[in-house]
């Protein structure tokens, strides 16, 4: 492997020109969920365009029935190296309410807010213009020292992730030949703190599922009938009842099969990381565990699944009080899926367990709101070790391997459509307050960041 000094001293000279080039990016208003910006994020896209070109890719905006794709291709110097696919966002979300904020939203400006920690403020500063500027400013780096890339590199870069991402299946689809590389680095999560460095490589699977429960053909009087009459509610509340045992675990047939143990040396590390039930739970006015006993709260969120009944309804529920039998009773259930869980195998054990608990003379339906298999770098994978070393050689503390509760829909899509697994990297932190008014990224996360990509670049090529 090269010495990667020069482009890190590189890095760190060209700091103050990289902020004037995320500052030029920030002033521009690419708010993709109002039509009122569509020009603008026209505008944001040609910019990047030209910055691409600029530092030899061969880039071009890519027109969708929404706003344009960015799309970059640049050879790399090394043989064998991988061809790395890197994914952002040049949109952002909307800036009201305005007078929230401590100064315009579209004026970046860097603030000192603590003795020795400075902030870079302004709309998309963290989500996502910033954390995509970390790579372009690394590649710039690399460039300039070496004249060339240590790998092939190809950009995608969308402008409706904070409206939905309705163009993104249609276009991955139709430039997969185009699109498709050894994997894919998605810059836009957080770090455990800010010297902490996370690398996000499990995301839960999801399986939706409604059930109704009908019993008589009408409501029916609970003085008249009651005692005799089979009751929807008591039939569905005793389904959900018996999801779980009294020790946490999901009953249904088979359900683990494919949960594997987190191995031990990761529990380990996210062991010194400092979350408790109390913190975790207390921010909700909570203290107590739920689900599996004796395992921790980042475990339970990261690497456990879950049954939760998210909504049900039967019978009156208005004002005053009704004598009443409903006819019929729902609930709405959701699966959270690990590992190699099968979201189709899930629903059918849910649904065969339902079967077994309705009466001959009532009947149960379901009804499928979706479902996706849970998706996971191997803890071994060489990708996530190799960018993990990295990232520990540029911050305090070593990288820690995190999941994530829910789930990011790049990530799947990336899989599905381009066979690619994704690793996760992002230097945002949990009070950068995306989304909201004086939304900031912290000026050793930009700084950092285009060290980190230099680093994780050159490590992944070598
Ligand atoms: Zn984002």
Known sequence: MADITPVLERADANLPKSLDRLFDLVRIKSISTDPAFKAECHTAAEWLVAELNALGFTASVRETPGHPMVVAHHVGARANAPHVLFYGHYDVQPVDPLNLWDAPPFEPAIREIEPGRKVITGRGTSDDKGQLMTFLEAVRAYKEVNDALPCRITILF?????????????????????????????CDTSMWDSETPAISAGLRGLVGEEIVIKAADRDLHSGYF????????????????????????ITLENFYDGVEETPAQIKAAWDTLGQTAEKFLGQVGLSIPSGEKGRSVLELTWARPTAEVNGIT???????????????????????????????????????YARSKVPADCS??????????????????????????????????????????????????????LGIESLLVGFGLSDDRIHSPNEKYELASFHKGIRSWIRILDALAA
């Open 158 to 186: 969308e402008g409706e992730e904070e409206s939905g991402s309705p163009s993104l299946k249609p276009f991955l689809e139709a430039n997969a030949a185009e699109l498709k590389a050894d994997y894919a680095l998605v």
């Open 226 to 249: 009651g005692g005799a009459a089979a009751n929807p509610i008591h039939i569905l509340t005793d389904i959900l009842a018996g999801l779980h045992d009294e020790t946490g675990r």
């Open 314 to 352: 039967g019978g009156y529920t208005g004002d005053g009080f009704k004598t009443v039998i409903a006819a019929q009773a729902s609930a709405k259930v959701s699966f959270r899926l690990v590992g190699k869980q099968d979201p189709a195998k899930i629903r059918e054990a849910f649904r065969a």
């Open 364 to 417: 149960v339906e379901f009804h499928p709101h979706g479902g996706s298999p849970a998706i996971h770098l191997p803890y071994d994978s060489s990708l996530l070790n190799t960018a993990k070393m990295a990232l520990s050689d540029e911050w305090p503390k070593p990288a820690v391997v995190i999941g994530m509760g829910g789930s990011i829909p790049i990530v799947g899509d990336f899989q599905r459509m």
